[in-house]
């Protein structure tokens, strides 16, 4: 019984400490909306990690980097999902392509100014995309 008891005493020790910081996310994790398109009235937006967009040039020609994207179906009830994808910078800075590989499409390139493009051709077909933002904080400022 006094094994049992003390065994209590220290599950509820450890549970009364607060999660050390090594267990919290670090900034790397953090993610930034980039690009936002409309396709028939549903929200796309493509998210790139923090570190990539506040790094000194921004994205790299050529560069390749994992990021997210939503095609936010929530008014026709089927929610909002986050779709991993790689978003790679042209080598002369003037597209981005977006790759969704986990669901087989066709990559997406997109005028880093914008445009109009095809996603997906069941909801987001004709997206209108704003511009893949600068690396400035104070862009549209």
């Known amino acids: 019984m006094r094994a049992a008891a003390v065994g209590l005493a220290a599950v509820a020790a450890i549970l009364s400490v607060p999660a050390s910081a090594a267990s919290l996310p670090d900034d790397s994790g953090w993610l930034i909306r980039m ?20 790094s000194d ?12 994207y939503t095609l936010d179906l929530s ?47 069941r909801f987001a077909r004709h997206a209108k995309c704003g511009p893949f933002q600068a690396q400035d904080p104070n862009f549209g400022n």
Not at 39 to 50: R, S, W
């Open 75 to 121: 008014s026709i009830n089927k929610g909002k999902g986050l779709e991993p994808v790689r978003v790679t910078m042209s080598a002369d800075k003037k597209f981005i392509t977006v790759n969704q590989y986990t669901r087989g499409l066709p990559p997406t390139r997109i005028p880093v100014g914008g445009g109009t493009v095809d996603f997906d051709h």
């Open 35 to 54: 690009m936002t398109c409309s396709a028939e009235g549903l929200p796309i937006e493509v998210y790139l990690p923090q570190p990539v967009v506040f």
């Open 57 to 68: 040039h921004g994205m790299s020609a050529g560069q390749t980097v994992g990021g997210y």
